[in-house]
C-alpha cells in the first residue's frame, strides 16, 4: 500500500471493517510513518542539483582556462616563420685554387708578304704541320724582277765610270809630277773619283737590297707550328702592304690577321692566362703546379706551370694576372678551348665559407642571420649580422670577416625576417653544414 495518500488507507480499512465491529490491530505490524511533504523534496533535489552544478563548474574552468593557454601556444609556435639552418664551415689548409681560362697557342702569328703581286703557288693548306723555312707559297712579282736587273745594270755603269776615274785618277798624278796640271785640276780628279767610287757603292747596295726583297717572293713559316688559316689561292693579288685580295678562309675571320696570307700557331706547348684573386696574388710564385682539365676530355689531365705573372693587380677587378704553359703531347688541346687550372696553394690561409642562400643585400650591406642556441621546443631568436665576402664559388660564398667557425646562420632569408624575431627551426636532414669549395 502506498504511503504517500493516509486519507485513502482510512477509506479501504472502514470496508473492510464495518462500525461496530471490534477490531484488534496486528501484533508485530510496522507503525505508520507521516509521509514527506512535496516542498521538502523539492527543496533537497534543488539543493542536491546546486552543490552537483558548483562542483562542476570548479573543476571544468581551470581545465578549460588550461586547455586554452595549450591552445594559444601551440598556435602562435604553428605560426612563427619556419627556417632552415646551416652552419659557417673551415676550409681545409691549403686547397686547390680553381680558375677558368681559355687555351692559346705559345706563338701565334699572322704571315703577310713583303712584295707585291700574284700567288704563282701554294704549299700548305689549314691543319698541316710546318716547320720554321718551309715555303708556304710563292709570289710571281715581274715588276721586282726588273727593278733588280736595272739595278744590276746601274751597279755596272757606275763600276766602269769608276775605272774611269780611276784612270784619270792616275794620269793627273804623273802630271802633277812634272807640274804639267795645277793643283786645282788634280784636287778635281780626285774628288770625281771618290765620286765614283760612292756611286758604285750605292748602286751594289741597291742590287743587294732588291735582291733580298726578291727572296720574299717566297712565304716561309716563321716558326714551327700549324696552319689555322690560309687567305691565299692561285693568282690572287698581293698588294705592296702584303695584304691579299682573296677570301678569307674558315679560322681567319676573328679579326686576327684580317687580310694576311696565312695564320699560323704553335701548339706543341699551349698557354692560358688566369685571373688570380687579390686573397692569392702573393702565394703566386713560377714554377707553380697546376693541372689543367678540359670538360671535353674528362679522362685527361694536362700538367702545366706557372711561368710568369703581371707583377700588378688589375685595379677594375683585384686580379692578378698568371701565365700557366703547358705541354700539349699530340697536339690534343686545341687552341681557343675553355679549360679550369686547379693550383695547389701550400701557403693559402684556410678559408670560412658558408652558403650562398644565407646571405641577405640590404642598403646598410651584406648581412648574415645567426641564431642563438634553440629552446627545448626547436624555436630560437635571429640576430642579423654584417659581413665581408669574398670569392663566389657558385654555392657557396667565402667570408673574409663578420662570421666564426661553426656558427649557426639561416640559410634560407626571406624578406619578413627582422632582428629579434622568434623563428621555429626545421629539421636538418644533411647535417646543415656548408659544403666545401
Known amino acids: 500500500m502506498p504511503h504517500g495518500d493516509p486519507q485513502r488507507a482510512l477509506a479501504e480499512h472502514e470496508s473492510h471493517h464495518p462500525k461496530g465491529e471490534h477490531h484488534h490491530a496486528d501484533v508485530g505490524a510496522a507503525p505508520l510513518v ?40 601551440v598556435t602562435s609556435q604553428d605560426q612563427l616563420p619556419e627556417v632552415q639552418t646551416a652552419q659557417v664551415a673551415q676550409a681545409a689548409t691549403g686547397g686547390d685554387l680553381e680558375l677558368p681560362g681559355t687555351i692559346q697557342p705559345l706563338h701565334e702569328g699572322a704571315i703577310y708578304a713583303r712584295v707585291g703581286g700574284y700567288v704563282r703557288q701554294w704549299h700548305a693548306d689549314i691543319g698541316r704541320v710546318v716547320r720554321a723555312g718551309d715555303v708556304l707559297a710563292e709570289i710571281d712579282a715581274p715588276e721586282l724582277d726588273q727593278q733588280v736587273e736595272q739595278a744590276q745594270q ?14 784619270d785618277l792616275a794620269r793627273w798624278r804623273s802630271l802633277a809630277a812634272d807640274s804639267a796640271v795645277s793643283r786645282e785640276e788634280l784636287d778635281q780628279k780626285t774628288a770625281a773619283y771618290d765620286a765614283a767610287v760612292a756611286n758604285s757603292g750605292a748602286a751594289e747596295a741597291n742590287v743587294k737590297r732588291l735582291t733580298e726583297t726578291q727572296r720574299f717572293t717566297k712565304i716561309t713559316a716563321p716558326f714551327n707550328g700549324v696552319i689555322t688559316a690560309r687567305n ?10 702584303g695584304a691579299t685580295s682573296a677570301s678569307i678562309t674558315a ?18 706547348t699551349v698557354r692560358m692566362y688566369i685571373s688570380v684573386p687579390q686573397a ?27 711561368v710568369r ?5 688589375d685595379a677594375s677587378s683585384r686580379t692578378l694576372l698568371t701565365e700557366v704553359d703547358i705541354v700539349n703531347p699530340g697536339m690534343t688541346l686545341l687552341s681557343g678551348m675553355y679549360a679550369q687550372a686547379h693550383v695547389h696553394l701550400t701557403h693559402r690561409a684556410p678559408a670560412l665559407i658558408l652558403p650562398a642562400t644565407a646571405l641577405v643585400v640590404r642598403s646598410s650591406g651584406t648581412q648574415i642571420i645567426t641564431l642563438d642556441p634553440p629552446a627545448s621546443d626547436q624555436t630560437s631568436t635571429i640576430h642579423f649580422r654584417p659581413v665581408v665576402v669574398g670569392r663566389d664559388y657558385g654555392g657557396t660564398i667565402e667570408v673574409q670577416s663578420g662570421a666564426t667557425d661553426g656558427m649557426t646562420v639561416v640559410s634560407n632569408p626571406s624578406a619578413d625576417l627582422v632582428d629579434g624575431m622568434k623563428v621555429k627551426l626545421a629539421r636538418r636532414s644533411n647535417g646543415g653544414a656548408a659544403a666545401t669549395p
Do not use: C, W, Y
Not at 309 to 313: D, I, V
Open 34 to 73: 507521516k509521509p514527506a511533504s512535496t516542498k521538502r523534496v523539492i527543496a533537497i533535489i534543488t539543493g542536491v542539483a546546486v552543490v552537483l552544478a558548483a562542483l562542476l563548474v570548479s573543476s571544468f574552468l581551470p581545465r578549460r582556462a588550461t586547455s586554452r593557454e595549450l591552445e594559444a601556444e
Open 154 to 167: 746601274q751597279l755596272a755603269q757606275t763600276r766602269a765610270a769608276l775605272g774611269l776615274a780611276k784612270a
Open 232 to 241: 691565299v689561292d692561285l693568282g690572287s693579288l698581293i698588294t705592296t702592304s
Open 251 to 268: 679560322g681567319g675571320g676573328n679579326g686576327l690577321g684580317a687580310g694576311s696570307l696565312f695564320r699560323i700557331a704553335q701548339t706543341d
Open 280 to 306: 692569392d696574388a702573393l702565394a703566386m710564385t713560377p714554377g707553380m703546379t697546376a693541372d689543367v682539365t678540359v670538360q671535353e676530355l674528362p679522362n685527361r689531365t694536362f700538367t702545366g706551370h706557372v
Open 309 to 313: 705573372t703581371s707583377a700588378a693587380l
